[in-house]
């Protein structure tokens, strides 16, 4: 079982909250009802669900890195008759590439069917890191690489990078490694221009978490269990102890006014704190229900063993 809101946007129609909107606006319906109500658990393989009265079908979500090589546009079809990312691609889904590398950019790209995700990694207040490495036109002096890291307008926007590193040099350039949040098109390379030092090949080697690493160019692959828990924990999107609920969602709601992490938990031992304080003495003695830690009476004088207290019976209750 999943929350409606989920279900709508990893089936691609939307991010998360403007499904949220769509079921508050009145746009969606369960089983013929129209459902109103945040958080819902739905179960989309049994259950019929329309967004503006279309029907939502249920389909395997999937996950894939592909390593694009140069040439390809990077979209779901061109009217051109170029050739796309999705020509390397052999699966059943129907998954959309998640950003954009230029045609002449080659490296790490992501496809999905979860239109979540693919909100989360491409939207800059996330913060995803992106890494590029770069030849460049030439050999820059450091001047040149700190302006990119203190920032550079492009389209009336600065833009900084997060790191700017020289890894070495070639007959014809330096070849750098640039760490940017920004998913803007040909962003890294419109960078480069402003400085003057035009990138002669970009490579994309790593989307947060994952690396292009050991990934033939033109192959692609499915994400690991552990890649997809990495790349969705990183954007906040860890549901698998939640019961469908983001650490985003749990978050805003720890942090709730009158709320603690505690809240409604129940006490066990008769409300008592049981780790040792000073004086205390061992947290597990006198673990008696109801006993807590009272001395018993007992006389434990020399030769007589351990002998009951013989004093005056208990008075009984009236």
Known sequence: ???????????GLTSRRKAEQMIASGRVSVDG??????????????????????????ERRRYLMLNKPSGYITTAADERGRRTVLDLINVPERVVPVGRLDRKTSGLLLLTNDGELLYRITHPKFELE???????????????????????TVDGVKVAAAQVRPMHNEESGTVVRIVI???????????LEQIGYPAVKLLRTRVGP??????????????????LEQIRESVGLNESATGGETSEERRSRQAAPGKTRDAGRPRTGGGGDRRRTPGSGNAFQG????????????????????????????????
């Not at 019929?48 to 279309?54: E, L, N």
């Not at 002096?141 to 890291?149: D, I, K, M, V």
Request: a positive charge; proline letters at 8%.
């Open 181 to 191: 949040h920004e998913g803007r098109n040909r962003i890294v390379r419109r960078m």
């Open 33 to 58: 009802q129209i459902v109103q109500e945040m958080g819902l658990r739905v179960d989309p393989q049994r259950q019929t669900i329309r967004v503006d009265g279309k029907v939502v079908k249920w």
């Open 210 to 227: 994952l690396h292009v690493r050991g990934l033939p160019s033109g192959a692609s692959r499915d994400l690991t269990p552990g890649e």
């Open 287 to 318: 673990g008696r229900s109801g006993g807590g830690n009272a001395p018993r009476n007992r006389d434990r004088r020399s030769g007589g063993g351990r002998q009951e207290y013989s004093g005056k019976p208990p008075r009984k209750p009236d």
């Open 130 to 152: 992106k890494e590029y490495e770069a030849m460049l036109d030439g050999f820059p002096p450091p001047a040149a690489l700190e302006r990119l890291r203190r920032g550079i």
């Open 1 to 11: 079982m999943e929350r409606l809101q989920h279900v709508i946007a990893s089936h």
